[in-house]
């Protein structure tokens, strides 16, 4: 070929060659597969993640509560009910207050109570919550028969009061039938209950400062007060069906109890559809419940690892020394 005399090279034209449609169906559909693949795996390591958090969050907690009973003797903190704190003048003792655990563990989330609420204002948020709790502002209760006092009378002529611990209740004389208080010494403690992942039953009162911000729900104090056996309280043979929180105004509101419509069906102190975060009712039993326990150690169970066939409990956990002698 000759250009302005000259002889050059022919220059060829190379035509580019797309994808065919059935090329791209099929790498769409290689895609598809590999997405249907990993979505159940990265489901399930967002869950693991979900419960090596609470844990987690569990055991700090509990490392709280030992701080605080190094302090006081070996003694867990009280949960008295309507009692005066002398060092605050308002109503309430209980474990989760900011002048109680509050002195060993940071604030995150306040708005439990208004300011101007007369019971102490409680410690939430952080370790606190959690991260399958719907909206929790609290997911944790202290059992109950860990409790230094859990019931007092006033002394007649004073403004002092006395106080007593569970078990030995003058209000309740039934109640040393159901279980024994103990401390941080307890006999059985790598199989009794420090504290138990709790139903948020109690809504803020704080409003929310955005309209997205859902309201923040919290546990109440304690579990395992009521029950005439070990096993109704994590719900079996009927469950418990006179709570002391019963009358809360969790019915119809709580995002994780939506599905309930009468507080005769939350028969159990212990959810169990949080690991892995069960679909449907909260009341379904097919998923674990995380516990802290005396000696320090957290440990998911599910319900069939705490109640046999006859309703009555495996013994594996326990609410107090008591529990071998009622379990029937």
């Avoid at 169990?272 to 516990?291: C, D, I, L």
Wanted: glycine share 10%.
């Amino acid at each position: 070929m000759v250009v302005n005399g000259k002889a050059g090279k022919e220059v060829k034209s190379v035509a580019s060659r797309g994808f065919t449609l059935i090329e791209l169906l099929v790498v769409i559909a290689v895609i598809a597969l590999l997405i249907g693949i990993l979505l159940p795996s990265l489901g399930r390591a967002r869950e693991t993640g979900r419960d090596v958090k609470c844990k987690a969050s569990m055991r700090g907690l509990g490392q709280s509560l030992h701080a605080y009973a190094n302090d006081f003797k070996g003694l867990f903190p009280p949960m008295l009910f309507n009692a005066t704190d002398r060092e605050t003048g308002k109503l309430g003792i209980q474990w989760y207050d900011e002048v109680r655990i509050g002195k060993y563990l940071p604030q995150y989330d306040s708005s439990n109570l208004l300011e101007t609420n007369a019971r102490n204002k409680t410690v939430g948020g952080g370790i606190m919550a959690c991260p399958n709790h719907p909206a929790g502002g609290r997911s944790y209760a202290m059992n109950f028969w860990a409790g230094s006092a859990t019931s007092w009378i006033p002394i007649s002529g004073t403004t002092q009061i006395r106080t007593f611990r569970p078990g030995a209740s003058p209000l309740d004389p039934s109640e040393k039938d159901r279980g024994k208080g103990f401390d941080s010494t307890a006999n059985n403690s790598s199989k009794t209950l420090l504290l138990t992942e709790a139903w948020g039953t109690f809504a803020s009162e704080v409003p929310s400062t955005t309209a997205t911000e859902p309201t923040k729900w919290f546990a109440t104090a304690w579990t395992g007060s009521v029950g005439s056996t070990p096993a109704r309280r994590f719900g079996a043979n009927g469950g418990v069906t006179n709570f002391d929180f019963a009358g809360g105004p969790w019915l119809g509101q709580a995002p994780e109890l939506l599905s309930l419509t009468s507080q005769a069906q939350l028969n159990s102190y212990v959810p169990f559809y949080r690991h892995p975060r069960q679909k449907g009712s909260a009341m379904v039993r097919t998923g674990a419940a995380n516990f802290t326990f005396v000696d320090g150690h957290v440990s998911g169970y599910k319900y069939g690892d705490l109640v046999n066939a006859d309703n009555t409990s495996t013994l594996e956990v326990y609410w107090s020394e008591r529990d071998p002698l009622i379990n029937q």
